[in-house]
């Protein structure tokens, strides 16, 4: 299984990113679980993945889609991150993940997956980099309702996060500034291979319910092709 599924594009300018796109698990791997969670949020971003295709098809833009369930490593965490291989997600245990043999998963699935993001921005620097990921109306546990349509996440870099923002609330949508969590706590990607390159970027977060299905897919994709022609220098 390779790390990474890249979609090719004529305009450089912009590189989409989806850590969470997928829920494959690879056969050799038993995470112990009930495969139903699989579908649920803890293992993928729903409707990430099908807003970054259509998002890079109306773009003409290159993407790359991670290929791997974050319960069997979550990419978008730091090697040394307490959640990189989950223990256990919204109060769902993952006793699979309990005698991992850590170094080798990262060997397998982090490493390749960030070296196939750093060549391909050392290969065509982008001048603008958008994560796309989605995220549940309400945690299963102890979690309370999420009102933000949809939330901005960056660290210190605001060049693209701020007008982000401002897009947003100006299209009437209810929009979380470094919401529904904080990008300076979580933004390990974007960190690595934006900010830490000089390079705007900023975190899109929709919330799932309205991108389950291929009217919101292509509502959203809509809406983020026009906010990246806002954010073009």
């Not at 599924?5 to 004529?10: K, S």
């Not at 309400?138 to 309370?144: P, S």
């Not at 923002?165 to 009437?172: D, K, P, T």
């Not at 904080?182 to 960190?191: E, M, P």
Request: aromatic share 4%.
């Amino acid at each position: 299984m390779s790390a990474a599924e890249i979609l090719e594009g004529a305009a450089r300018d912009i590189l989409l990113l989806c850590d969470h796109a997928s829920n494959a698990v690879p056969a050799d791997i038993d995470l112990g679980i009930d495969p139903a969670l699989l579908d649920k949020h803890i293992a993928i971003d729903i409707g990430a993945a099908a807003v970054t295709r259509a998002l890079a098809a109306r773009l003409g833009c290159p993407a790359i889609l991670a290929t791997v369930s974050r319960l069997v490593i979550d990419l978008h965490r730091e090697p040394d991150h307490v959640g990189l291989i989950p223990h256990r997600s919204d109060g769902h245990l993952i006793p699979g993940n309990e005698t991992v043999d850590k170094a080798a998963r990262i060997a397998r699935f982090h490493a390749p997956y960030h070296r196939v993001l750093r060549e391909s921005i050392r290969a065509q620097r982008p001048r603008l980099i958008l994560s796309i990921h989605s995220f549940t109306p309400c945690l299963e546990h102890g979690g309370t309702d999420r009102p933000w349509q949809v939330g901005v996440l960056y660290n210190r870099d605001v060049r693209a996060a701020r007008p982000t923002v401002a897009f947003l609330e100006g299209r009437g949508f209810v929009t979380g500034d470094n919401e529904p969590y904080s990008g300076r706590l979580l933004n390990a990607t974007l960190n690595r291979h934006a900010e830490g390159q000089g390079i705007p970027s900023a975190a899109i977060e929709i919330r799932n319910d309205l991108i389950r299905e291929d009217a919101g897919v292509e509502e959203w994709a809509g809406v983020l092709a026009d906010l990246a022609g806002h954010l073009r220098p």
